[in-house]
């Protein structure tokens, strides 16, 4: 009874969640486009700066959006992941772009990497995973006042697994918050928190997806050394085509 009452409830929130994100998407999706659009006409730099601050807005309200619906549909054993060949090289650069410009406002560098040897023609769901990638970049600007933030890309070669970092150099995560940093809603830092925004639901979700793929994410720190997510996957090569 009470089983039936749960799975009816999650049920019912995940309509309602997907009809709500479709009522929100569409207005902000007007929102980011049309501010795409004001970016060609002739603006000062002060008005240029705003349109900035509305479309950066609009997205990051969209990027919560997705990780408040991807969040539901997991918790309802809902969440379907695709398989698809995707260029880890790509996977990496699409995660940094979005980064970009927060390279140009503060006095931060954004690198990458890849290891020789590391496969590039994978299988796996590339947008749940760039998702990640991105959730665990801003993470890291947000946290990351100055200094550099890294995306390195290797492999595991005892376990033959693909090994995804994210290095920042800033304050590190407190021991006692490090056990707990993965729960839904918990952020490292409430002062930062409260400063630079974020639906405390990124890590979680992250941790989620990356296990539903088969792996794991984990992260070390050290106070004011820095922190590192790792994501560790099962590499799936790409079959190669037989010529027709």
Not at 64 to 77: A, H, P, Q, R
Not at 155 to 166: F, G, Q, R, Y
Not at 176 to 201: C, H, M, P, V, W
Request: glycine fraction near 6%; charged fraction near 25%; hydrophobic fraction near 35%.
């Amino acid at each position: 009874m009470q089983r039936d009452k749960t799975e009816s409830a999650n049920r019912h929130k995940s309509i309602f969640l997907t009809k709500m994100s479709h009522e929100i998407r569409t207005p902000l999706n007007g929102i980011v486009a049309t501010s795409d659009l004001m970016k060609d006409e002739e603006l000062t730099d002060e008005q240029a700066q705003y349109v900035e601050i509305i479309q950066q807005s609009g997205m990051a309200l969209m990027s919560i959006i997705t990780d408040v619906l991807d969040y539901s549909k997991i918790e309802s054993g809902k969440l379907e992941l695709d398989q698809q060949p995707f260029d880890l090289a790509i996977l990496i650069e699409q995660s940094k772009a979005v980064f970009i410009p927060e390279t140009l406002s503060r006095p931060i560098e954004l690198s990458s990497s890849i290891d020789l040897g590391t496969p590039l023609q994978l299988m796996g769901d590339f947008n749940r995973l760039r998702q990640v990638l991105i959730n665990l970049l801003g993470n890291a600007f947000k946290f990351t006042l100055t200094g550099t933030v890294t995306l390195k890309a290797s492999t595991v070669s005892e376990t033959d697994n693909l090994l995804i970092e994210v290095v920042d150099t800033g304050p590190g995560i407190p021991e006692e918050k490090l056990k707990s940093i993965f729960d839904s809603f918990e952020q490292a830092d409430n002062t930062y928190s409260r400063k630079f925004g974020g639906s405390g639901l990124g890590l979680t979700l992250s941790k989620h997806l990356v296990e539903l793929m088969g792996g794991s994410l984990s992260v070390s720190s050290r106070t004011d050394k820095g922190t590192t997510f790792s994501i560790k996957l099962p590499i799936v090569r790409q079959t190669p085509q037989k010529p027709a």
